[in-house]
Every structure is written in C-alpha cells, then in structure tokens.
C-alpha cells in the first residue's frame, strides 16, 4: 500500500486556519498578514482570505492597525475543554499502555500546601515496595517523588516561605533534614529533569516523578512510579524515568499543555513534564 493510500485524509484549508491560531497564540506580538504569509510560506491572498473566515467566527480579531490577536470563541472552547478534562481519568486511561512497566506501582498526586494527596493510585505487588498507597493518602511533599518536582516549580524564596517552621518530622533516616538540604535536592531536580524519592517516605523503596502541566503550562498533578531499592531497579533505572516522563508527557498533552512551549520556557521548574 502507497504512502499516499496510507495516509489520512486531511483539509488543506482547515489545517492552514489552525496553523495561523497555533502561531498567533504562540507570537510575543501581534502579527499581520504579511507577518503570517512568510511563516506558513503561503501566498499573502491566501492567508488574507483564511483570516477573513477566523475573524467572521471569532476565533481571531482584527486590530486597528491590522495585525491579528485570538477572539473570544477560543476562550469558549478553552472553557469547555477544561470543563471536560478529568486528570484522574485520563491516568487510569493510559497508565498501562504508556508505562511500558506492567505491574508498576502507579501514582497520582495534587499538591495541597506542604504535602501531596493521592487522587489515584494502582498497587502492586510485584513492586515489593511494602507500602500500599492509597486514594485520600497524604504525605509530605518534601519527601515524595510527585511533591519534590511540584517544589521544582517554586522559586528558593517561595520554598522558604513554605517551610518557614521548617520541614515536617523525618520518615526515615534517609528524609532531607534541612531547608537548605531541600533546595539543593530541588536545583539538581531541575538540572536533570526529574524527581527521585530514594528511601526518603520509605525504606527500600525508590520512587521517580514528574509533573503533570494544564493548558497554561502549570503543574496540576504528579505521577510516579515506585518500587523496591533492589539491584533490578537500579539496572533499569533510564528505562523507568523515560516511562515516567513519557507518561507525564502524554497526560500534560490531553490537559492541554503546550509541551514545545514548556521544553524551551525556562520557567525555572520542571518542565514538560520533566526536562532532561
């Protein structure tokens, strides 16, 4: 079967409109029409005649000086797509075909101040972690895997202001001590571009995360992936982190972020999900 056979039918022109509100969302200025031909490379009376239909639907505005800006059906759209996402969900959806580690244990987190509460979670025992997590469970964000790379998004100051009393009671002689401990944990977590709980809520149990992004590029939720200190987890530990990352990838991809946008921000946090 030819490539040509193969490959999905698509409309020149829809794929043209949706190119012009990718760009015009993305664009730090607002753009004109000539500004919009030389990046699709496509003819000025084109464009012309593509923006005319986006500014009849309000998915565009024309400004007074004749450059372009998003009209307010995006927003509808935006709103509606919000009202229909459910982070929970789409991890149950995915967490087996995305993990490429079969019976994993797989964890869901939001942040609520100093600690994570899990929103989902799918034990196992082929993990020998000794830990079950469960839906409602809270722990110290300092500690965790999901709870450290959401601290990643945070600036030194805001974590000091954090954990102005300090950082809550050790679990284990392995937990991070100090403030100071903590913000060095979270450099190294933005450097390498992913989080690492190792003994720290458990002994004999490593966890890697990573952040889940919305559509303004923010961290929502956290996933991880946890299991026992032994020698097979050490072996496989670039593979473990890349399923982690891919599965964060993918959930921040269907909240609607824009992971091209995070991969090169630089919002000083761990990014689309987790950067490496």
Not at 99 to 112: E, F, K, R, W, Y
Not at 184 to 189: H, P, V
Not at 206 to 211: H, I, K, L, P, S
């Amino acid at each position: 079967m030819s490539s040509r056979e193969t490959k999905p039918h698509q409309s020149p022109a829809l794929e043209r409109g949706a190119r012009i509100l990718d760009i015009v969302a993305r664009s730090r200025t607002f753009l004109s029409l000539s500004d919009l031909s030389r990046e699709l490379k496509i003819a000025r009376s084109s464009v012309h005649s593509l923006c005319q239909t986006l500014v009849n639907l309000e998915l565009l505005i024309r400004r007074s000086d004749h450059t372009f800006q998003l009209g307010p059906h995006v927003m509808r759209w935006s709103n509606a797509f919000t009202l229909q996402s459910d982070v929970a969900t789409e991890f149950a959806a995915i967490w087996d075909q995305e993990t490429g580690l079969p019976g994993a244990t797989i964890t869901l987190t939001v942040q609520d101040g100093v600690e994570v509460v899990y929103i989902a979670a799918r034990n196992s025992e082929r993990s020998r972690t000794g830990m079950e997590f469960r839906v409602g469970m809270r722990l110290p964000a300092a500690f965790t895997a999901t709870g450290k790379a959401f601290l990643s998004h945070m600036s030194d100051y805001e974590i000091r202001r954090l954990y102005a009393q300090g950082l809550p009671e050790a679990r284990t002689p392995h937990s991070v001590r100090t403030v100071d401990n903590l913000l060095a944990e979270l450099r190294d977590i933005r450097r390498d571009g992913y989080s690492c709980d190792e003994e720290q809520i458990a002994e004999g149990m490593v966890c890697f995360g990573a952040t889940v992004l919305d559509s303004r590029n923010r961290p929502i939720a956290g996933v991880a992936v946890s299991l026992s200190m032994d020698a097979e987890a050490v072996a496989e530990r670039g593979t473990i982190i890349e399923n982690v990352l891919q599965m964060a990838a993918r959930l921040s991809h269907r909240m609607g972020a824009d992971l091209s946008a995070a991969a090169g921000g630089g919002g000083g946090g761990v990014g689309s999900p987790l950067q490496k």
